[in-house]
């Protein structure tokens, strides 16, 4: 269903159980806008068993009014903050929650990169750093659920997991300051918002002039975030250098090893580990062992080697049986 109508589709596992969303809820049951039909009203307390009843009856899409788009991101980040302080929810649905949400507010905000969007993401992340400082199985989760299809706001909230969970075992920085990381790091693609869907999606080979377009996105970014809801440069300096290489040869700047910070060097590895893992419509996933392999031979160079082995001890640790 095309967002111009008045509904637009949200995944079924961004509503959060024993919570009343402020918004009217409905569900497709026939074809086209007339098939759409009221399941909940706004401010009607939604149980556990209602959620596990729809996802029963194989109903993964819900639909809201497209004028509650902003009431819906409100709710969302609102209720992540409650669910993380809820002592009887166990780690793996605490996961399962923050990473659909996550995935939501991110795809959100590619879409329409204002402040309202970017502030949303900034809570998420901020909410992600706090579960993986506090919660030892917090990453253990992630790794298992995270998605192997790839899209940018897929990829992103992969990123910013990957991003503070190596920062956390590397034990480089105080919460506030891997807060700020992990803000940067979920959004460190946002400037691709501003990039022509077209060449974003292209399945072949890209003409120059197309890599040309796409290496505007750091600096893109960092000028949505900067100019809307500014981050500290701890977190821009992510945005704009993940994909500066050690070896002079990545962009915008083609800065050097010593040019680039430790915390671009980390999210330039965890993106490249990302991308090579995860399906896209023109190539399949490699195995995370061949991905690594791949990153400490053919990118030996362009990679910081020491950090590469910090992120094989990481996934070391969580892919053991
Ligand atoms: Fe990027």
């Given at each position: 269903m095309p967002e111009s109508l008045s509904f637009i589709p949200i995944p079924l596992e961004t509503l959060i159980e024993e919570s009343s969303p402020d918004f009217d809820i409905y569900l497709q049951q026939g074809s086209g806008e007339k098939g759409v039909v009221l399941y909940r009203e706004a401010n009607l307390f939604l149980s556990h068993n209602q959620l596990v009843r729809l996802k029963h009856n194989g109903i993964d899409t819900v639909f809201i009014r497209g004028a509650d788009r902003g009431k819906r991101l409100r709710y969302m980040a609102g209720q992540l903050r409650q669910v993380m302080e809820?002592?009887?929810?166990?780690t793996s649905r605490k996961t399962d929650i923050i990473y659909g949400l996550s995935k939501g507010v991110v795809e959100n905000v590619m879409e329409d990169p204002r402040i309202e969007n970017v502030e949303i993401c900034k809570e998420v992340a901020v909410q992600h750093v706090a579960f993986i400082i506090s919660d030892e199985l917090a990453f253990q989760n992630f790794f298992k659920i995270m998605?192997?299809?790839?899209y940018t706001h897929t990829h992103s909230v992969n990123v910013c997991i990957f991003v503070t969970a190596l920062i956390k075992a590397l034990r480089l920085c105080d919460e506030q300051t891997m807060k700020v990381l992990g803000m940067g790091a979920l959004l460190h693609d946002i400037g691709k918002s501003r990039i022509d869907k077209a060449i974003l999606n292209k399945r072949g080979r890209l003409t120059p002039e197309e890599f040309e377009e796409i290496k505007k996105h750091p600096e893109l970014g960092v000028k949505i975030v900067q100019d809307s809801s500014p981050l500290p440069a701890a977190g821009a300096n992510i945005i704009l250098n993940h994909h500066e290489k050690c070896d002079g040869?990545?962009?915008?700047?083609?800065?050097n090893a010593d040019g680039i910070d430790v915390y671009s060097k980390i999210t330039c590895i965890v993106d490249i580990f990302d991308a090579l893992t995860t399906t896209r419509c023109y190539k399949g996933a490699l195995p995370g062992f061949s991905a690594l392999e791949i990153m400490q031979n053919e990118m030996r160079d362009q990679v910081n080697q020491a950090l590469l082995k910090e992120l094989i001890v990481l996934i070391g640790k969580v892919s053991r049986p």
């Amino acid at each position: 269903m095309p967002e111009s109508l008045s509904f637009i589709p949200i995944p079924l596992e961004t509503l959060i159980e024993e919570s009343s969303p402020d918004f009217d809820i409905y569900l497709q049951q026939g074809s086209g806008e007339k098939g759409v039909v009221l399941y909940r009203e706004a401010n009607l307390f939604l149980s556990h068993n209602q959620l596990v009843r729809l996802k029963h009856n194989g109903i993964d899409t819900v639909f809201i009014r497209g004028a509650d788009r902003g009431k819906r991101l409100r709710y969302m980040a609102g209720q992540l903050r409650q669910v993380m302080e809820r002592q009887n929810i166990p780690t793996s649905r605490k996961t399962d929650i923050i990473y659909g949400l996550s995935k939501g507010v991110v795809e959100n905000v590619m879409e329409d990169p204002r402040i309202e969007n970017v502030e949303i993401c900034k809570e998420v992340a901020v909410q992600h750093v706090a579960f993986i400082i506090s919660d030892e199985l917090a990453f253990q989760n992630f790794f298992k659920i995270m998605s192997y299809d790839y899209y940018t706001h897929t990829h992103s909230v992969n990123v910013c997991i990957f991003v503070t969970a190596l920062i956390k075992a590397l034990r480089l920085c105080d919460e506030q300051t891997m807060k700020v990381l992990g803000m940067g790091a979920l959004l460190h693609d946002i400037g691709k918002s501003r990039i022509d869907k077209a060449i974003l999606n292209k399945r072949g080979r890209l003409t120059p002039e197309e890599f040309e377009e796409i290496k505007k996105h750091p600096e893109l970014g960092v000028k949505i975030v900067q100019d809307s809801s500014p981050l500290p440069a701890a977190g821009a300096n992510i945005i704009l250098n993940h994909h500066e290489k050690c070896d002079g040869s990545g962009y915008p700047r083609g800065l050097n090893a010593d040019g680039i910070d430790v915390y671009s060097k980390i999210t330039c590895i965890v993106d490249i580990f990302d991308a090579l893992t995860t399906t896209r419509c023109y190539k399949g996933a490699l195995p995370g062992f061949s991905a690594l392999e791949i990153m400490q031979n053919e990118m030996r160079d362009q990679v910081n080697q020491a950090l590469l082995k910090e992120l094989i001890v990481l996934i070391g640790k969580v892919s053991r049986p």
